[in-house]
C-alpha cells in the first residue's frame, strides 16, 4: 500500500517523488500524504520506506534549513525512486520509454511557458539554505558569509567605521576592496 501510495506521487522525469510546477518549483510530498494516501500509520509508513531504501529500491536525502534566528529546521525530504526498482519488477525498458515522454512532455511545458526547464525543477523553500550549495575556496556560500560577518562585526566592535570595517575585512579574508556579502550573486 505505501509503494502505491509513493508512485502515485511519481514524477518519471525525475523520479522523485512530488509535482514539478512553474510557480513553485519542485514541490515535494510530505509523509503526511504517504500516510494518508496509503491508509496505515506513520511508523508503518516509515518502516516500509527504510525497507525500500534497504533495498536499494528508493533513496532519501533529508535537506535542512537555517532560521534567521540561526535554528536549524528540517525541510521535505526528496525521495527518489531508484531504476533498480524498476530493472528488479522487469520494466527497464518501459521506463527508459516513459521517462523519455515525461521529460519531452515538460520541456514542451516550459517552452509553452517560455521559461527554463530548470525552473520547474528548482526547490525553493522560504529560510533555508539551498539543497546543493556552490562551494568555492573548500567553504559554502553560506560559511564564507558568516565568516565574513563575524570578522566585520570584530572591526566595528574595537570601534572602526562601518566602511573601514568593510576594507579590513576584505583584506583580511582576501577579497576585493568594495566586496559585500549582500551584493554577492
Known amino acids: 500500500m505505501v509503494l502505491e501510495a509513493l508512485l502515485s506521487h511519481l514524477d518519471l522525469a525525475s523520479l522523485c517523488l512530488g509535482v514539478p510546477t512553474l510557480a513553485n518549483g519542485f514541490i515535494d510530498i510530505d509523509m503526511k500524504i504517504i500516510v494518508r494516501d496509503s491508509g496505515l500509520g506513520q511508523r508503518r509508513c516509515e518502516r516500509a520506506i527504510r525497507q525500500l531504501r534497504e533495498a536499494g529500491f528508493m533513496q532519501v536525502t533529508q535537506p535542512r534549513g537555517r532560521s534567521d534566528e540561526g535554528q536549524y ?23 527508459r520509454r516513459e521517462r523519455a515522454r515525461a521529460s519531452e512532455a515538460l520541456r514542451h511545458r516550459a517552452q509553452k511557458a517560455n521559461r527554463k526547464l530548470a525552473d520547474f525543477m528548482r526547490r525553493v523553500v522560504a529560510g533555508a539554505r539551498p539543497i546543493f550549495k556552490h562551494h568555492l575556496g573548500g567553504k559554502s556560500k553560506e ?10 562585526a570584530g572591526h566595528v566592535r574595537v570601534g572602526l567605521d562601518v ?7 576584505n583584506e583580511t579574508l582576501g577579497y576585493p576592496p568594495g566586496y559585500s556579502p549582500g551584493l554577492e550573486q
Not at 560559511?143 to 566585520?152: D, H
Open 73 to 95: 529546521f528540517g525541510c521535505r525530504a526528496i525521495r527518489v525512486i531508484t531504476t533498480v526498482f524498476f530493472e528488479w519488477l522487469g520494466l527497464g525498458s518501459m521506463l
Open 143 to 152: 560559511q564564507r558569509i558568516a565568516l565574513w560577518n563575524v570578522t566585520w
Open 163 to 169: 566602511q573601514a570595517a568593510q576594507r579590513r575585512t
